[in-house]
């Protein structure tokens, strides 16, 4: 994103600012799946001096995650008037012509994040207030009606079998589609498992899709909002529990970093009053391990075919992929 | 011996990034790619050698599990049990000259979801467990088990 266009952009979208200016335009590390850029705007309006903080994500050339812009938008604008914590949306453009690829434009607020390791060394009395409320966000989501909130439009599950079907399905297509004619053997039989052992819901919730650590802010008085909805759909909620909870975003057996996975569990059962289905948590476990090795060969291949110069897609292959082939083989009984 | 040796000029290209790149640069996001490009770096040193060595092992490894599993395939068992096509394209793919690679790890993965899915009979089970046993065994020596998630 440059200044000067971003500024011409941002003249158009406010008509009423005068003297309006970007201050402090710079490209932020993070969120991999896209390009993300810190800003403030100032203008004025009714003779009033006025100054905002903003996030810009733009469509990288490459990256972990292909997903539409436009869709990440409404799903957060919806978010926004359901009262769930998310960052004010402000605008999106899907025209090429203005900043090159689709961006799109929110309400900065400040905070940090935190997965696993990093989560884990915060004070544990944070640690367990984050806990609190991050499982209370997730299960608020959960809860919404997606119906008369008209997200339809995220594709509706046809009966309860297709959340797990569906969602195999998906990940297994991206498999064979970067795998670049590689074989994995390991990737294979968690796929071969979750053809074999699908499950039922019990009823079609909103799916964030990427509900973990390391995905939302906080600062030391606790949760600020949730971020990156870009893989949000209609499914299973039980896909983002065990998602929020993998191996891989929390050391030892602290789910996501914050508090002892069974203890996670019970506050889970205690915010959403329904006990957790165990056979159900442990298949989207599965296939969690499996879709986030399959993120990783999206982002591997991206780095080979040189759509995206990002580095940290190489360390996917050397720290992220050993760790969840572990993990599928751990839970499939794969190794004696 | 001509020098630089590959590892040597990734030895020098990570000092340009961390001695003269990265003093001159202002960008959180630019500062962040170029501390990775020159971890990365230092990796893609070891993996000069470790990579053919993985690769080695992982063909010799297959072919020798292939070899061991392949009066199996007359027993009837595997054929029973849906894998028969498996075990002999793996077999085959061993018998190459030079051994076909990926049809060997391609027929390993079919093989493993037979025992994911419990529908291996058993002592081809064995076989497929240890290999992939030994593989993660191998993967582990490649790229050690740190997560930068912890």
């Known amino acids: ?336 | 011996m001509l020098r630089p040796t590959p590892k040597e000029v990734l030895a020098g290209l990570q000092r340009t990034i961390l001695e003269t790149v990265m003093p001159e640069l202002t960008s959180p996001y630019a500062i962040s790619q170029a501390g990775t490009a020159a971890l990365v770096l230092t990796m893609a040193s070891e993996w000069v050698d470790s990579f053919p060595k993985y690769h080695a092992a992982e063909i010799e490894d297959l072919q020798q599990t292939f070899d061991s599993l392949r009066p199996h395939g007359e027993t009837g068992i595997v054929e029973a049990a849906g894998f028969r096509e498996a075990l002999d394209s793996g077999v085959r793919a061993s018998d190459q000259e030079p051994p076909d690679y990926r049809g060997m790890e391609a027929a390993m993965g079919e093989l493993a979801g037979g025992v994911a899915t419990k529908r291996l009979p058993g002592p081809v089970a064995g076989e497929v467990r240890a290999y992939l046993k030994r593989h993660l065994e191998r993967i582990r020596t490649l790229f050690g088990t740190t997560s930068p998630f912890g």
């Not at chain 1, 710079?26 to 903080?53: A, C, H, L, M, Q």
């Not at chain 1, 339809?152 to 991206?174: I, M, N, S, Y």
């Not at chain 1, 968690?190 to 650590?213: E, Q």
């Not at chain 1, 996975?261 to 009053?273: D, P, T, W």
């Open chain 1, 1 to 336: 994103m440059d200044s000067i266009r971003l500024t011409e952009y941002l003249k158009r979208k406010l008509p009423d600012a005068t003297d309006l200016r970007v201050v402090d335009l710079k490209r932020i590390p993070g969120g991999s799946s896209r390009e993300t850029y810190s800003f403030d705007v100032e203008w004025t309006e009714n003779g009033e001096r006025k100054r905002r903080p903003m996030i810009g994500r733009r469509d990288p050339t490459g990256g972990l995650l292909k997903s539409e812009r436009r869709r990440e938008f409404n799903v957060v604008d919806t978010m926004h008037r359901a009262g769930m914590k998310v960052p004010e949306p402000l605008f999106v453009e899907l025209d090429p012509s203005v900043m090159d690829r689709p961006f799109f434009i929110m309400h900065r607020l400040n905070g940090r994040t935190a997965a696993g390791a990093m989560a884990a060394a915060e004070p544990e009395a944070l640690r367990a207030k984050l806990a609190v409320a991050f499982v209370s966000e997730m299960t608020r989501l959960h809860q919404l009606d997606w119906r008369s909130l008209g997200m339809e439009w995220l594709g509706v599950p046809k009966d309860l079998a297709e959340p797990a079907r569906a969602q195999t399905q998906h990940w297994l297509e991206l498999y064979n589609q970067d795998r670049m004619g590689e074989a994995w053997p390991i990737i294979d039989a968690a796929f071969a498992w979750l053809k074999a052992n699908p499950v039922m819901s019990d009823r079609i919730a909103i799916c964030h899709g990427d509900f973990r650590a390391g995905n939302y802010l906080f600062d030391d008085s606790g949760f600020i909002t949730m971020l990156d909805w870009e893989m949000t759909h209609l499914g299973d909620p039980l896909e983002d529990l065990a998602w929020s909870s993998m191996g891989l975003w929390g050391k030892d057996n602290l789910a996501g970093g914050l508090i002892d996975r069974e203890a996670y569990y019970k506050l889970y059962e205690q915010k959403s009053g329904a006990p957790i289905d165990r056979k159900r948590l442990f298949f989207y476990g599965v296939l969690g391990n499996a879709k986030m090795a399959v993120i990783c060969l999206t982002g591997i291949r991206d780095f080979t075919e040189a759509r995206t110069s990002d580095t940290v897609m190489v360390l996917l292959l050397q720290a992220v992929l050993p760790i969840l082939l572990e993990d599928l083989a751990a839970q499939l009984n794969l190794v004696e």
